[in-house]
């Protein structure tokens, strides 16, 4: 099958070919047909598969007919959580529109000046990209017109609820024309996002060709394991001293990690930047510019990039710290691998990342396998039981029976609740430990010569149930004293603090 057999017109399906593409994806396959028939759509689908030209190409297609209402502003508009993935649509849309005579697109985001913004709105355009924020911005004060509006395309519907831009959608729909056609894509279909479908969608089509946790077999997974971080920079130099890495991108928690990363691979004399929200619209769409150019060989970047990056030369994706949400894992492993092509993704994980490690082979229903660099082996590895997704724990649910400082390396011991477990407790003559309470040396306490109390007997006279250095709080609530709206009592050996009231209600 082609792109021609999908119904588009000449014009579009040339502007494809000299993009590179011959065959449509299955998502496409699916949506653009439906989407031509004017139905609303529901589409999941895995990141890489597509999903830009799927909503897209049909959106073009309406372009090539005159508009039923003469107004000014745009026909189509295409919501998208962040400014990287504005980019990319607005890219695709000149790309695939290139030999239409009404296409123009427009991008609405944030850090952009808002007089370059004022001036685009101001001049004919049909394809209107933003984020929820900027759009919100630009509606309120009287520069966008709606009315002529065909379709909403929400783009990573998903995201943007996570985000925290319900509100603001919900703020922008009730602006639209009620007979628009709206397009749904979203990696998850459940929860909040069921909901707001509901709420935006009439009788949709729904189309799910692959699931967020379907594998990417186009990609390989890899778990590199790190005593600490010191051992974990030094196998994020190794890794990026391999000559079969192209291009790559690196994921860190947070900013300033970002920076501080960055300004460590210069000194090694890597080819490296930073991308994440500090940064300027120019800044960002810069660095951008020049990872697709081929100038910038490793790109340091927050979750901000975890979507939005189409950049078929990225061989390597490298999670310097495990994402805190299992799903985002899938989008950042899903910057390599684009258009079918082969990639490979590598997590470092410490001791104290194996609750992340878990939920992610949870999520994604596979393992990670664990692999070595020559010379950068860990001292430690990971328990066989705990690198199965699901699987049992010898540890009882904790994390690795370590319990030593941050990065795994400073206290050996034999897990939690039993001391020190790399050197034997303290015994009596008699070879018992000299204290009941005192560890076994094995990760927990002995408590089978522990005394015990004989029933019927008086407790201890010094246990007691009341404990007078704890304030007694007043049964009155007003402007007394501390607390919550009591008084500093007996037993404080403190004066009561006039004014001062804390309402539990406010």
């Not at 799927?54 to 090539?64: D, E, K, N, V």
């Not at 034999?414 to 790399?422: I, P, T, V, Y």
Request: aromatic share 4%.
């Amino acid at each position: 099958m082609d792109f021609a057999s999908l119904g588009l017109s000449e014009n579009i399906v040339k502007a494809v070919a000299d993009a590179g593409y011959t065959e449509p994806t299955a998502v496409q396959q699916a949506a653009i047909p439906a989407a031509l028939a004017g139905k609303d759509l529901v589409v999941s689908s895995q990141t890489g598969s597509g999903k830009t030209a799927a909503f897209m190409l049909p959106s073009l297609q309406r372009l090539t007919a005159e508009p039923t209402i003469k107004a000014r502003g745009p026909r189509v508009l295409v919501l998208t959580p962040t400014r990287e993935l504005a980019v990319q649509v607005t890219d695709a849309c000149k790309g695939y529109g290139k030999n239409l005579r009404y296409a123009k697109a427009v991008s609405v985001v944030g850090g952009m000046p808002y007089p370059v913004q004022n001036k685009l709105l101001s001049s004919p355009y049909e394809i209107l990209v933003a984020t929820p924020g900027r759009l919100m911005d630009q509606m309120n004060s009287g520069r966008i017109d709606f009315a002529r509006l065909e379709i909403l395309i929400l783009d990573e519907a998903d995201r943007m609820l996570d985000m925290g831009f319900v509100d603001d959608i919900e703020a922008i729909v009730a602006k639209l024309p009620a007979s628009r056609q709206t397009l749904f894509f979203s990696a998850t279909l459940d929860g909040q996002v069921a909901r707001m479908m509901q709420r935006l969608l009439k009788d949709p089509e729904r189309i799910e060709i692959a699931s967020a946790q379907t594998r990417h077999e186009n990609i390989e997974q890899r778990l590199l394991v790190a005593d600490d971080i010191s051992h974990k920079n030094r196998l994020l130099d190794g890794l990026l001293r391999d000559v079969s890495m192209e291009q790559a991108i690196v994921f860190t928690a947070t900013k300033r990690d970002a920076d501080a990363l960055t300004l460590n691979l210069e000194s090694q004399g890597h080819s490296v930047a930073a991308l994440h929200g500090d940064m300027n619209q120019r800044m960002r769409t810069r660095t951008l510019d020049q990872l697709r150019r081929g100038h910038l060989r490793v790109l340091i970047a927050t979750d901000v990039a975890a979507r939005g990056i189409d950049v078929r030369t990225i061989s390597h994706v490298i999670n310097y710290d495990l994402p805190k949400v299992a799903a985002d894992y899938v989008h950042r492993i899903g910057r390599t691998g684009r258009g079918g092509s082969n990639g490979v993704a590598i997590s470092l994980a410490e001791r104290r990342d194996v609750r992340l490690l878990r939920a992610i082979e949870r999520y994604t229903r596979q393992p990670l396998a664990v692999h070595t660099l020559p010379g950068l082996e860990p001292r430690s590895t990971m328990p066989a039981d705990d690198r199965r997704p699901g699987g049992p724990r010898r540890d009882g649910g904790r994390s690795f029976g370590n319990g030593g400082g941050r990065f795994g390396d400073k206290r050996p011991s034999g897990g939690f609740g039993g001391g020190r477990g790399d050197r034997e407790p303290r015994r009596d003559a008699d070879g018992r430990p000299a204290s009941p309470w005192a560890g076994n040396g094995e990760g927990r306490r002995d408590f089978r010569d522990a005394p015990r109390r004989a029933e019927g007997a008086p407790r201890h006279p010094e246990h007691r149930t009341e404990f007078p250095h704890v304030a007694k709080r007043s049964s009155t609530h007003h402007n007394s004293g501390g607390g919550f709206g009591g008084s500093r009592s007996e037993g404080t050996g403190g004066k009561p603090r006039a004014g001062r009231t804390f309402n539990r209600d406010r």
